[in-house]
């Protein structure tokens, strides 16, 4: 990647390094930033209010987090810093909000001085980062509006939407990843643009050459029907993936990932498998053993403004792909994956996607995603704010 050289970053990560899912954006981004300089990923905010009625399930929250602080500052294989900070999910509370800000600039100050970074790239991928982000002397500062965060549950939307106007108004560029979003949004912008998500091409299109398969798969029945991803209560439509599992008793329903949504019903059905959550590197040793990969979600306004990496997994990974209308980033790829409606309409296009699969409509998949690499995305976000890197 050509870029500029010494550049530091310190990133607000919308996610925790030491427990999610490490394919997001920022993450890949981060992994390229830090070959030309210092990057320190802050793990997320925690931005939804407190939560004790779901007794057991906010307790492991809470344990979660803690060990994730108790971290401390470490530097991740991925070649960046990682750092949990202290603070206080009082997002909602305006009285508490600014000695929760005070609280993190003083710890990030200390890290900062601690890995000598001056002037960074401030990016922002949570927006409750937003006052602490605007605070920070930078080279330039980054708002990456890759989801609606207002839409998240259990958050104080009039809170988050603020901070997200602000970001907008105040960064010195704001990425979208959805063109729905960016074409609704940019005008809220001081510099929008539009960078659609990458993949790890090698790693998911490689997979296929590796003939060992997964010991908890080895003896599940073919042909099997998969998702890869979390299982969060307000995407992941779990009555749906019920129906389905009645409608085709003859295929395997494997799912692997983390459940945040009950799925005690589900996993009773013969022909359901959850394996749990995997590391990212080991989703396409996984993935290459779908027959169809599936995405089985809710329509609302998060949905809608997404644009999930999994979709370019999947088809890196040549499978084919039956989805229900919940992205208008879909459109992008309609002459490789098969959109439905209602659960019969789904169960059908399964069938059908599995009866036309061939290696021609494998290639065709894979070259969609072939050229979308991170580091073209890398390139593409420093060009953008210095100037074309190419040209020195």
């Not at 809710?298 to 209308?325: D, H, M, R």
Request: with cysteine; glycine share 4%.
């Amino acid at each position: 990647m050509n870029s500029p050289k010494n550049i530091d970053v310190i990133c607000f990560g919308g996610e925790d390094w030491w427990y999610h899912n490490r394919g997001h954006i920022d993450m890949q981004l981060m992994r390229r930033f830090a070959k030309s300089g210092t990057t320190l990923y802050v793990n997320s905010i925690v931005m939804q209010k407190p939560k004790l009625s779901e007794g057991r399930k906010f307790i492991k929250k809470l344990v979660r987090k803690i060990k994730s602080i108790l971290t401390g500052l470490r530097k991740s294989d991925a070649g960046f810093w990682v750092y949990s900070s202290f603070t206080l999910p009082v997002q909602h509370l305006d009285w508490l909000r600014p000695i929760n800000e005070v609280i993190l600039r003083f710890q990030l100050r200390l890290v900062a001085k601690k890995l000598k970074m001056h002037n960074p790239i401030i990016w922002v991928a949570c927006p409750v980062a937003c006052d602490v982000a605007l605070r920070m002397k930078n080279t330039k500062l980054v708002y990456q509006r890759t989801d609606c965060y207002e839409a998240y549950p259990n958050v104080d939307v009039k809170t988050v939407t603020r901070y997200d106007r602000k970001l907008k108004a105040e960064a010195d560029m704001t990425i979208f990843v959805s063109l729905s979003l960016y074409d609704k949004e940019a005008v809220q912008c001081k510099n929008a643009v539009y960078l659609d998500h990458g993949v790890d091409y090698e790693l998911f299109a490689s997979e296929e050459t590796n003939l060992v398969i997964p010991l908890d798969m080895a003896n599940i029945k073919k042909p099997i029907v998969g998702y890869f991803g979390a299982l969060d209560e307000h995407k992941f439509d779990v009555g749906l993936v019920e129906i389905l599992a009645d409608l085709l008793p003859d295929m395997s329903f494997v799912f692997v990932g983390k459940a945040s949504v009950d799925c005690s019903a589900l996993l009773s059905k013969k022909n359901v498998w959850m394996l749990g959550q995997k590391s990212y590197e080991q989703i396409p040793y996984y993935g290459k053993c779908f027959y169809i990969a599936i995405f089985p979600w809710k329509v609302n306004k998060w949905t809608e403004a997404a644009n999930p990496i999994k979709l370019k997994e999947y088809l890196a990974l040549g499978k084919p792909v039956v989805s229900t209308p919940a992205f208008a980033e879909m459109q992008q790829y309609v002459d490789v994956i098969y959109e439905a409606t209602t659960p019969e309409e789904f169960a059908d296009c399964i069938k059908k996607a599995l009866a036309e699969d061939n290696p021609e409509r494998v290639a065709a998949r894979r070259s969609k995603v072939k050229d979308a690499s991170w580091e073209s995305k890398a390139e593409q976000v420093m060009n953008e704010l210095f100037g074309n890197l190419c040209d020195n």
